[in-house]
């Protein structure tokens, strides 16, 4: 049995007295990553904030490192690397001066010489980050949260903005660092990216916990909620999430002619 | 502390690369000094005064310096980096926010002193102005009057709702204060409404403040002053830490 990296036990989360999670539970161990999915406002980016320790849950136990992370936020964030859902920098700041920055943070950081190389932004370290494309910037972002050599990472939308040659790249290296025994946890709407990390899946509709599991799981829990005759074994996990996921209207023809 | 020393090293970058600080709180002032010196000369102030007209503009401009960084430059960038979400990101790592602020907070107060010596170096080499107060006194009326701007300043950031509503809020206060203080127009040329409107403001009571102590007055001489902007300062910072808590973060 591996080590539990981050354990969360009925955790509540209100704005203004409208709850945004509710009663959600999940556990994340090293080496694993966990994939948090469901529509927009379903409390995904509430759930991994309180995880983050940039908010503080209303009731409910969460455990990062064996530690409370609204409370010992310092400590945690020694070993844990954070991609946060936007993030905007200073606007004169250059690449490198941003992760100079950021590795001066951590005892023992990491090469981001070579991370940039890797990350396909060795010609931009005098560029002023403002100027760069979008999934420049998430790539910068992604960089950044590995600055700390952490040992849970916790990633909000991963690869949005990136091309697909990139996300693919991506998605091996976050396998290989998985396989070095790092924890990950990644909130996405691209559920290719899902069925090919994710060992778990934690599935949140309306701030409330309606799955948690293995993808294996996930098929199950999706079998035993559709008609018999719109079943097929070999879905892709996306078409699974789509047979369960609340159904929304299309633009119709009407409103735009 | 190294962690410190490195984002003061990127904020003071930054604050060099910022064309509306770096110009108005290091360039601006002397470029008025020269204009006004240009004009004037340092001939004194009515017909058989000690001070020249450049002795009292210098400590005035001065003032103006600790508006800028206090009052433009040091809100607009707290507003700017909570608004774009910058505090948080610096949140969730191992060093935190409030380094960054402290390191803001430390490059513009050292920006307003550079800023200070330019001034002064520019008025001495060449108008000769004469500074007849003691040094200890002078340090006194420089850090009052900066920390006096910068609770100002970060009262403003505590109450405007957004950078755009802190900017508009900065702009007014500032050049409120900077048309109505004597600060860049002696207040003998002010009418009675005028100067009326002008004790009320802070910047008005840091003017007299520093003409008085770089002319060689005591302290002690100045002590509703000292009151005036002691308070002002210590009620601004505590209301505005009270009202910047408040302000959702994420």
């Keep these: 049995m591996s080590q539990a990296i981050i354990g969360v036990e ?35 980016t509430s759930t991994v904030e309180c995880i983050e320790g940039l908010r503080k849950p209303d009731s409910g136990l969460i455990q990062v490192f064996g530690k409370d992370p609204w409370l010992c936020r310092r400590e945690v964030y020694k070993e844990m690397g954070v991609q946060l859902q936007e993030t905007e920098y200073p606007l004169k700041i250059r690449v490198e001066e941003q992760c100079r920055l950021f590795a ?45 050599r ?45 069925e090919a990390l994710a060992d778990k899946i934690l599935y949140l509709e309306g701030g409330k916990q309606q799955f ?46 | 502390m190294r962690q410190f020393a490195m984002i003061c090293n990127i904020e003071f970058r930054l604050f060099v690369r910022d064309f509306f600080s770096f110009f108005f709180a290091l360039v601006f002032p002397v470029l ?36 800028v960084t206090g009052l433009m430059s040091l809100p607009l960038t707290l507003s700017g980096y909570k608004e774009k979400k910058i505090y948080k990101r610096f949140d969730a790592t191992p060093v935190g926010k409030k380094n960054i602020i402290s390191a803001q907070i430390l490059i513009n107060f050292v920006m307003t002193l550079v800023g200070i010596s330019i001034l002064l170096a520019a008025g001495k080499i060449l108008y000769h102005i004469q500074i007849n107060g003691d040094f200890l006194s002078i340090c006194v009326g420089i850090f009052l009057s900066i920390g006096t701007m910068f609770s100002i300043g970060f009262f ?40 009326k409107l002008s004790s009320y403001l802070p910047m008005t009571h840091a003017v007299d403040l520093m003409q008085g102590i770089f002319s ?35």
């Design chain 1, 10 to 44: 009925k955790l509540n989360l209100a704005y203004k007295k409208v709850p945004a999670v509710q009663d959600v539970s999940f556990s994340v161990s090293a080496g694993e990553i966990l994939a948090v999915i469901g529509q927009n406002g379903s409390g995904k």
């Design chain 1, 104 to 148: 001066s943070f951590y005892e023992r950081p990491a090469d981001w010489n070579l991370l940039l190389t890797q990350m396909g932004l060795e010609d931009k370290r005098k560029c002023p980050i403002p100027k760069l494309s979008g999934g420049e910037k998430q790539r910068l972002s992604i960089l950044l949260s590995l600055m700390g």
């Design chain 1, 150 to 194: 952490p040992k849970l990472l916790v990633l909000d939308e991963l690869t949005t903005g990136l091309d697909p040659e990139v996300r693919q790249n991506m998605w091996i290296s976050f396998e290989n660092i998985r396989k070095s025994g790092v924890a990950i946890v990644m909130v996405s709407h691209y559920l290719d990216e899902v």
């Design chain 1, 212 to 257: 948690f599991g293995t993808q294996q799981e996930f098929r199950e829990y999706v079998k035993g909620r559709v008609p018999k005759d719109e079943w097929g074994e070999n879905f892709s996990l996306e078409k699974l999430y789509l047979m369960i996921a609340p159904k929304t209207t299309g633009l119709s023809m009407e409103g735009i002619l």
């Design chain 2, 32 to 67: 008025m000094l020269l204009l006004f010196g240009g004009i004037f000369g340092n001939a004194p102030v009515y017909d058989g005064a000690d001070m020249g007209i450049m002795d009292v503009t210098v400590p005035a401009y001065a003032v103006m310096v600790t508006g």
């Design chain 2, 156 to 195: 403003l950031t505590a109450i405007g709702r957004d950078l755009k509503s802190t900017n508009m809020l900065c702009y007014l206060i500032y050049f409120v204060m900077l048309f109505l203080s004597g600060a860049t127009m002696p207040d003998q040329m002010f009418s009675h409404t005028m100067k």
């Design chain 2, 216 to 250: 060689g007055d005591s302290l002690i001489l100045h002590k509703r002053e000292l009151l005036i902007l002691g308070i002002l300062a210590m009620v601004c910072t505590s209301v505005g830490a009270v009202l910047y808590r408040r302000k959702d973060w994420t």
